[in-house]
C-alpha cells in the first residue's frame, strides 16, 4: 500500500538505536516508564474496533494484544470532541471539567456572537469564534481557560518539575483539552501547518515540517490501494443532491489542500509531528517521566464527511494500524521504556442514507424546523411577545438551550415551559430536561451502560454553563439536516454507538488480557497515574485506577 508521503520522508530524520524488550515482568519488576504516550483517536468507537480488529497487523494489532478494554465508555451525553477529550488525561467528567459541548451559548458576553467555542478564550477583546464547521473561522486566541481541572501532565509537573507535558493533534480542542494550561509544548493543526498557543514560540524542527507539508499539501496525489479487506466496503450511496459517498480513495487534484484533513495523510502529518517532539525534546530519556498526548483527527473527519462504513473508513482504519506501527517503531528504536494509551473521544453514528439500506430503516434525518429560531419563533407567537428578537439561542438542534435573558422572569419561565412543550412533542425527540431537574440529580457512578438518559446528561452537566434545559434525539436521528456543505454524519448522541469507545493499554513485558466489563475513560488518568507515582485524591476524581498489571501484582498499589 502507499504510504503518506510525510512520514515516508520524515523516516531520514530519524535514527533507530536498539530494541524493547518484550519479555513479560510483574508490575512488582518494573520500574515507572519514562514516557506516558496518550493516543486519542478521534470517533474510534468501539464498534470499528471490533469491525476491523481481525485485520490489523501494524500498531493496533501491537495494542490489542496489550490490555484491551473493548467497552470503554465516555459516560456523558454530550459525545463531541471537546467534552470527550476533557475526561481522558483529567479523570472527572465533562460536566465537572466544565466542557459541557464543543460550544455552548454565553448571553452574558459582551460581544455579538454569544457562542462559546470550548477552546477559546472569549476574554480576549475583538474575538469571535464564528462556526465550528466553516472553511474558515472566526478570530479566537485557543485556550484551555475553561478547562476547569488540571490534567495528569500538570498534576506530574507539580511533583516532577523535571517531567515534561507535551501534546499535538489535529484539533486544538484536542490538545488543550489532553496538554491542559501548563504544557511545555504544544501543537495544533491550523491552515497547512502546526500552529502554537498564543505566545510561544514554534520549534525550528516544526517550522521545518510545516515548510515540508506546505510544499506537499497542495500537489495532487493518487487513490490508495484498496486492501482486500476493504473491497467488499466499496460501495457507492446517494445522499444531498446526486451526491454520493462509500468508493473513495481519497485521490486529490492539484489545488485540494481543503480536503487534506479528510484524509488518512492528516494522520500521517500528526504523527510526523509527534515523532519530531519524540527526536527534538529527547522524550522518555532523561531522569523523569514525561508525557505525550496525542489528538488524531482524521477518523473524525472522514466519519463526517463520507460516514463510518464505506470504502473510505477501512482504508483509514488500515493506514491509522500501519502509521502507529511506525511510531512505535521509531519508539523502540529510541530505547525508549514507554507505556501507550489509545481510546477515542466519543464514537460515531453511520450516514442515514446507508443505515437505511443495511437493517435500519428508522435512521433519518433532522427535521430542519428542529431549530431554536423556528421553535423560537412560534413560542414568541403563542405568547403574543414581539418577534424582533430571538428567545431561544441554542448551537444546534439538540443539547443546550437557553432562554433570552432579555425577557423578565415571568416572560423566560413561560419560553422555557412552551419551549420544552413543543420540542418534546416532536417525533424526533426522546427526552428534554429542565436545568434545575438535572441539577438535583446527584452525579452518577457504577456502570454507565445501565444510567438512565437523565444521568448521561447529568454527567455532562455544569450548572454555570449547561442551557436552560437540555434536548435528546431518538435512536438513529442524525442531526444534520442537509448534507450541502459536505458533513453527511456525525456523533454527539446519548445512545451506546456514541458511548462506547476501546481502551488499550501497552507496555514491553506487559501481560496481555482483555476485560469486557465496562470502564470508562475516566479511568485512565487514575490508571496512568498509579504506573509514574501520580496519586489523584479519591475527591479528585471520577474514575477509579484499573489494574493493569495482569497477574498477582496490582499496578494500582
Request: glycine letters at 10%.
Amino acid at each position: 500500500m502507499q504510504k503518506p508521503t510525510l512520514v515516508t520522508a520524515l523516516t531520514a530524520l530519524i535514527t533507530f538505536s536498539g530494541t524493547a524488550n518484550a519479555e513479560h515482568h510483574t508490575a512488582e519488576e518494573m520500574d515507572s516508564p519514562k514516557l506516558v504516550v496518550a493516543i486519542s483517536v478521534d470517533q474510534f468507537s468501539a464498534n470499528l474496533f471490533s469491525e476491523y480488529r481481525s485485520s490489523y497487523t501494524g500498531g493496533m494489532k501491537r495494542l490489542a494484544d496489550g490490555v484491551v478494554f473493548p467497552s470503554g465508555y465516555q459516560s456523558h451525553a454530550a459525545t463531541e470532541t471537546c467534552p470527550g477529550h476533557s475526561t481522558i488525561m483529567t479523570g472527572v467528567h465533562s460536566g465537572r471539567a466544565g466542557i459541557i459541548g464543543n460550544n455552548w451559548i454565553d448571553l452574558s458576553i459582551k460581544r455579538d456572537d454569544k457562542t462559546v467555542y470550548c477552546a477559546e478564550d472569549e476574554r480576549v477583546a475583538g474575538t469571535s469564534f464564528g462556526d465550528i464547521t466553516a472553511a474558515t473561522q472566526g478570530e479566537y486566541i485557543a485556550s484551555a481557560w475553561h478547562l476547569l481541572v488540571p490534567t495528569l501532565g500538570e498534576r506530574l509537573k507539580k511533583i516532577s518539575p523535571k517531567s515534561r507535558n507535551v501534546a499535538v493533534a489535529g484539533k486544538d480542542r484536542a490538545a488543550l483539552m489532553m496538554g491542559g494550561k501548563a504544557v511545555d509544548e504544544i501543537y495544533w493543526w491550523k491552515g497547512k501547518g502546526f500552529a502554537t498557543a498564543e505566545g510561544r514560540k514554534t520549534l525550528p524542527s516544526v517550522v521545518a515540517l510545516n515548510e515540508a507539508i506546505a510544499a506537499k499539501i497542495d500537489t495532487a496525489r493518487p487513490a490508495y490501494a484498496t486492501p482486500a479487506q476493504c473491497v467488499a466496503h466499496s460501495a457507492k450511496i446517494m445522499h444531498g443532491d446526486g451526491q454520493s459517498v462509500g468508493d473513495y480513495a481519497f485521490q486529490r487534484p492539484d489545488g485540494a489542500a481543503s480536503i487534506y484533513r479528510g484524509s488518512p495523510d492528516f494522520d500521517g502529518s500528526i504523527i510526523a509531528a509527534a515523532t519530531i517532539l519524540v527526536k527534538d525534546l529527547a522524550l522518555g530519556q532523561g531522569e523523569a517521566t514525561d508525557i505525550l498526548s496525542i489528538g488524531l483527527s482524521a477518523t473524525d473527519y472522514i466519519g463526517h464527511a463520507f460516514g463510518t462504513e464505506g470504502l473510505e473508513m477501512c482504508i483509514q482504519m488500515s493506514e491509522l494500524d500501519r502509521s502507529l506501527g511506525e511510531f512505535f517503531d521509531v519508539l523502540d528504536g529510541e530505547g525508549i521504556d514507554y507505556v501507550v494509551m489509545l481510546t477515542a473521544d466519543h464514537g460515531g453514528l453511520d450516514l442515514p442514507e446507508r443505515m437505511s439500506l443495511q437493517g435500519v430503516p428508522t435512521a433519518q434525518r433532522i427535521d430542519p424546523d428542529l431549530n431554536a429560531k423556528t421553535i423560537g419563533k412560534t413560542v414568541a407567537e403563542s405568547l403574543n411577545m414581539p418577534g424582533d428578537k430571538p428567545v431561544l439561542y441554542a448551537d444546534g438542534p439538540f443539547g443546550d438551550y437557553y432562554v433570552s435573558l432579555d425577557l423578565s422572569e415571568k416572560q423566560r419561565e413561560q419560553v422555557k415551559n412552551s419551549a420544552i412543550a413543543l420540542i418534546a412533542a416532536h417525533p424526533q425527540v426522546e427526552a428534554v430536561f429542565d436545568h434545575d431537574e438535572l441539577l438535583a440529580i446527584s452525579v452518577p457512578s457504577g456502570s454507565p451502560e445501565s444510567w438512565t438518559l437523565a444521568q448521561r446528561a447529568r454527567a455532562s452537566f455544569n450548572p454555570d454553563r449547561s442551557g436552560d434545559f437540555i434536548v435528546l434525539l431518538k435512536k438513529a436521528v442524525t442531526p444534520i439536516a442537509s448534507t450541502a456543505r459536505g458533513y453527511v454524519a456525525t456523533h454527539g448522541s446519548p445512545w451506546d454507538y456514541d458511548r462506547r469507545v476501546p481502551i488499550l493499554f501497552w507496555r514491553a513485558g506487559m501481560q496481555h488480557f482483555e476485560q469486557p466489563m465496562t470502564v470508562m475513560t475516566v479511568d485512565i488518568a487514575p490508571t496512568l497515574g498509579a504506573l509514574i507515582g501520580v496519586e489523584i485524591p479519591t475527591g479528585e476524581t471520577d474514575g477509579k485506577c484499573l489494574d493493569i498489571d495482569g497477574g498477582p501484582a496490582n499496578s494500582c498499589e
